[in-house]
């Protein structure tokens, strides 16, 4: 059974620091690009993050450059999403995927919320 399981979403002050885990089993992870999204209330799933399945590219969205980092362990069939200086516009529902040729995997999301 495929599953990504993201977690360590929560509320944060506005500049604070928050790292997304995303947990992958059922497939074989280290052949996947992982990717970051998100979505907010009554906006469009955007963007946010890729790394590439050996980790030795990464690409960002505009608006988190410089403040968020991508990576993986692939040992342990995890991606993460570093996220420094949070804004209140980061406020969002985060959500990894995994695509690969075969196909593609999303996980069920975890809040982030930006606030003081």
């Known amino acids: 059974q495929v599953q990504l399981v993201e977690s360590g979403g929560g509320l944060v002050q506005p500049g604070g620091s928050l790292t997304l885990s995303c947990a992958a089993s059922g497939f074989t992870f280290g052949n996947y690009r992982m990717r970051w999204y998100r979505q907010a209330p009554e906006k469009e799933r955007e963007f946010v993050a890729l790394?590439?399945?050996?980790?030795?590219?990464?690409n960002y969205a505009d608006f988190v450059k410089g403040r968020f980092t991508i990576s993986r362990n692939n040992a342990k069939n995890t991606v993460y999403l570093q996220m420094n200086n949070l804004k209140s516009e980061d406020t969002a529902v985060y959500y990894c995927?995994?695509?690969?040729?075969?196909?593609?995997?999303w996980g069920q999301g975890t809040q982030v919320t930006v606030s003081s």
């Open positions: 995927n995994a695509q690969a040729s075969s196909g593609g995997y």
């Open positions: 790394i590439t399945p050996v980790g030795g590219y990464t």
